[in-house]
């Protein structure tokens, strides 16, 4: 199956820097979702995009949907200890059937020194 | 409190042996997924299903089975003809209206 290429793989921040991370692909999607996953536990959705263009926040967070549909970034401001995890982003098409099945990128583990 | 629940959280099996994971949300949703997650990777989808007593294959469907009679669970047993079984499983589920899927908390599986 296709997956995206997200980018970087890994970083290493000081606490109170910002961070940036995004995904691009090959293909177009019009929903774009992003995932924090914590270590041995499900991800937990942070932001959800469904219009090519849009910019999203949700606290310290802000994520865009590519005006081309084939690319995502997000943001963290100021980060804090507790940002430490696993950022996935995600790609869907939409509209019914197996288009509803998501795409996910490999992730960017992020580590924030204290 | 509505959810989607996985048991067990950590679940050891022999070689050969067939194991079933449990997957079970009350959000009322109809479509229901899991995905394998191995180190350093994403998310790979092993099968999924859109309503009850139906099921698609994902991409990664070799060597596992799954069952949806209930709306409420999606049970997905790993088979021993899975050749590499070890790994984090993770249940999902999506609501009609919504484009978004909901995770679990994970069941770790560690074949001996």
């Known amino acids: 199956g296709q997956q995206l290429n997200q980018s970087p793989q890994s970083m290493f921040i000081q606490e109170g820097e910002d961070v940036s991370m995004n995904c691009t692909s090959s293909s177009i999607f019009n929903t774009w979702l992003w995932y924090k996953q914590d270590p041995g536990e499900g991800p937990v959705l942070l932001i959800a995009?469904?219009?090519?263009?849009e910019l999203t926040s949700n606290g310290r967070l802000t994520a865009q949907f590519g005006i081309t549909r084939k690319d995502s970034f997000l943001n963290i401001s100021a980060s804090i200890p507790s940002d430490v995890g696993i950022y996935f982003c995600?790609?869907?098409?939409?509209?019914?059937?197996?288009?509803?099945?998501?795409?996910f990128g490999k992730g960017t583990l992020l580590t924030v020194n204290p | 409190d509505g959810g989607i629940t996985q048991s067990p959280k950590y679940l050891f099996r022999k070689e050969g042996q067939n194991v079933t994971l449990s997957c079970e949300q009350n959000?009322?949703?109809?479509?229901m997924y899991w995905y394998r997650q191995d180190p350093g990777q994403g998310l790979r989808l092993i099968y999924y299903s859109q309503i009850v007593n139906d099921f698609q294959k994902g991409d990664i469907a070799e060597g596992y089975s799954v069952s949806r009679e209930k709306k409420e669970s999606f049970p997905l047993t790993v088979t021993s003809a899975q050749k590499n079984p070890t790994a984090f499983y993770l249940c999902?589920?999506?609501?009609?209206?919504?484009?978004?899927?909901?995770f679990g908390p994970g069941t770790r599986l560690t074949v001996l």
């Open positions: 959000l009322n949703h109809d479509a």
């Open positions: 995600a790609g869907q098409l939409g509209s019914g059937g197996s288009n509803y099945k998501l795409t």
């Open positions: 995009l469904y219009k090519a263009g």
């Open positions: 999902a589920s999506r609501g009609r209206k919504t484009d978004t899927q909901y």
